[in-house]
Protein backbone atom coordinates (compact mmCIF):
# COMPACT_ATOMS: atom_id res chain seq x y z
CA UNK A 1 0.00 0.00 0.00
CA UNK A 2 3.13 2.25 0.32
CA UNK A 3 4.12 2.11 -2.82
CA UNK A 4 0.62 2.63 -4.23
CA UNK A 5 0.76 6.09 -1.67
CA UNK A 6 4.07 7.17 -3.13
CA UNK A 7 3.30 6.38 -6.94
CA UNK A 8 -0.03 8.57 -6.66
CA UNK A 9 2.37 11.86 -4.56
CA UNK A 10 4.74 11.37 -7.03
CA UNK A 11 2.59 11.86 -9.74
CA UNK A 12 0.47 14.25 -8.24
CA UNK A 13 3.73 16.08 -7.86
CA UNK A 14 4.78 15.56 -11.24
CA UNK A 15 1.64 16.89 -12.66
CA UNK A 16 1.58 19.95 -10.47
CA UNK A 17 4.88 20.90 -11.68
CA UNK A 18 4.28 19.91 -15.19
CA UNK A 19 1.22 22.63 -15.14
CA UNK A 20 2.77 25.47 -13.35
CA UNK A 21 5.76 25.65 -15.32
CA UNK A 22 6.73 28.24 -17.42
CA UNK A 23 9.58 29.04 -20.07
CA UNK A 24 12.51 31.59 -18.90
CA UNK A 25 12.80 35.12 -20.54
CA UNK A 26 15.22 37.46 -20.81
CA UNK A 27 14.01 41.04 -20.40
CA UNK A 28 17.23 42.61 -22.38
CA UNK A 29 20.38 40.99 -23.19
CA UNK A 30 22.19 44.15 -24.64
CA UNK A 31 26.12 44.13 -24.32
CA UNK A 32 29.48 44.03 -25.76
CA UNK A 33 31.99 41.04 -25.99
CA UNK A 34 34.77 40.45 -27.63
CA UNK A 35 37.65 38.08 -27.55
CA UNK A 36 40.86 37.63 -25.55
CA UNK A 37 42.69 38.78 -28.09
CA UNK A 38 40.15 41.40 -29.46
CA UNK A 39 39.60 40.42 -32.54
CA UNK A 40 36.22 39.03 -32.79
CA UNK A 41 33.40 41.56 -31.47
CA UNK A 42 29.80 41.47 -31.25
CA UNK A 43 27.60 44.36 -29.84
CA UNK A 44 23.85 44.27 -29.38
CA UNK A 45 21.66 47.38 -28.62
CA UNK A 46 18.03 46.43 -28.79
CA UNK A 47 17.15 45.43 -31.93
CA UNK A 48 20.68 46.15 -33.49
CA UNK A 49 23.07 43.33 -33.71
CA UNK A 50 26.79 44.30 -34.97
CA UNK A 51 28.78 41.08 -35.49
CA UNK A 52 32.60 40.61 -36.84
CA UNK A 53 31.26 39.47 -40.50
Given at each position: ?23 A???V????W ?7 H ?9 T??
Amino acid sequence: MAIKKRAAILGFATLVVVLTGRSASADVIDGEWCTVDGRQHIEIKGPSIITPG
